[in-house]
């Protein structure tokens, strides 16, 4: 035994089903096992995402996973962007007896202290990349959730899609390895953001969890994730760090976008960005993608895979592990993988200039701006 709750499930528990590990702890929330979830829903999901950057434009790491209890199916995912090469891993298993270990493959993440420290680690694969990273939270995260109509719930009748759980900005540092060079990232000035989120819909399953049989959208159209040293925009809210006076979260009220694309493949290059927050307050923020360091989140079974084989919550096998590599200096490459698209750019705001991500959904945004939709328009 290693005396580790979090990892710990012996061949017995499979004759104990539905009990897990988790349920000698005294946290249910339900009379049922921690392994039942409280919704039927095939597209319930468990998910955890995380960006994090240096401040030259060089490297990005965006890894995550998730887990689908009603499939028992996790997966996960490692893209590093280095220099305008993107290499990624994805890996699939069975979820089984033990909610509480969230390895899957060589991306073996560790919740070091709940909601303050993770360990992302990326063991030996055959694609290249490996890192060792420790992430810490720097800004309060506050639970909040966005629920879907039950007048617009599809099928009629059908359960609402939900998103639900918290976000956060922090500091990372350790080393990142690419084809045996190996980075280092310190804490004083690598930095990131990321989510936990949990829920109904999002595109799980693909096609096949869709009532109609349609292609699902990748994510929102309009993401943004900045932090200056005076405020910080998590997409519609505004996240103070630990200890600021203010009460909970802010509120972005008004946006309104004016970007720049490449012409022939109609990808983010440049924008102004205006936000209006909730004190009245407009924060006038100009954005600049950094060369070719762009995580195309495809590759993390956002929007289906690149050739759109797999989807999100589908089953590809027991320990199964894949990747790939793509030149991002090639438009053609860069046409092929557009999609949900995580953009590291270089941000000024008030005299001040740091680095942040820009999540376009793409081409979607180009087309936004030109057919001149509420808040978007063209540079």
Not at 122 to 141: E, S
Not at 330 to 353: F, N, P, T
Request: hydrophobic fraction near 35%; proline fraction near 4%; charged fraction near 25%.
């Amino acid at each position: 035994m290693s005396n580790d709750w979090a990892l710990e499930a012996d061949d017995y528990f499979t004759e104990q089903y539905p009990l897990s590990p988790l349920d000698d702890h005294l946290i249910h929330q339900t009379p049922d096992p921690i392994r039942i979830a409280a919704t039927t829903d095939l597209r319930f999901f468990e998910r955890h995402w995380n960006v994090f950057h240096d401040q030259k434009g060089e490297l990005l790491v965006v890894t995550g996973g998730s887990f689908y209890p009603n499939l028992d199916t996790a997966e996960a995912f490692a893209i590093v962007t280095h220099k305008g090469v993107q290499r990624s891993v994805r890996a699939f298993r069975r979820i089984g007896a033990n909610r509480g270990n969230i390895h899957v493959g060589p991306i073996q993440p560790t919740i070091v202290a709940g909601m303050r420290e993770w360990r992302h680690v990326l063991a030996d694969n055959d694609f290249g990349i490996r890192y060792d990273l420790t992430w810490q939270d720097t800004h309060r995260q506050m639970y909040r959730s966005a629920y879907g109509s039950i007048e617009s719930s599809k099928p009629s009748g059908g359960q609402r899609h939900v998103t639900a759980g918290f976000e956060s900005f922090g500091r990372v540092g350790g080393w990142v390895d690419v084809e045996g060079k190996r980075i280092e990232l310190s804490m004083a000035d690598a930095r990131g953001t990321r989510d936990r989120h949990w829920g109904i819909g999002r595109g799980v399953g693909g096609p096949r969890l869709q009532h109609d049989g349609s292609v699902p959208k990748a994510g929102w159209i309009g993401g943004v994730w900045i932090a200056f040293s005076s405020f910080a925009i998590w997409g519609p809210i505004i996240l103070y760090p630990y200890g600021d006076g203010h009460k909970r979260y802010g509120k972005v009220r008004k946006v309104d976008r004016r970007l720049r694309f490449e012409e022939d493949t109609q990808i983010f290059l440049e924008g102004e960005i205006d936000f209006t927050l909730d004190n009245g307050e407009i924060k006038h923020v100009h954005f600049e993608r950094m060369g070719q360091q762009t995580a195309y989140m495809t590759c993390a079974l956002y929007g289906g895979s690149p050739d759109k084989s797999i989807w999100q919550g589908e089953f590809v096998g027991d320990n199964v592990v894949q990747g790939d590599w793509y030149d991002l200096n090639d438009s053609e490459v860069r046409k092929a993988l557009r999609g949900l698209d995580e953009h590291h750019c270089r941000i000024s705001c008030d005299g001040e200039i740091t680095t942040g991500i820009l999540q376009p959904l793409e081409p979607d945004a180009y087309f936004a701006c030109q057919r001149k939709e509420a808040g978007w328009s063209f540079l």
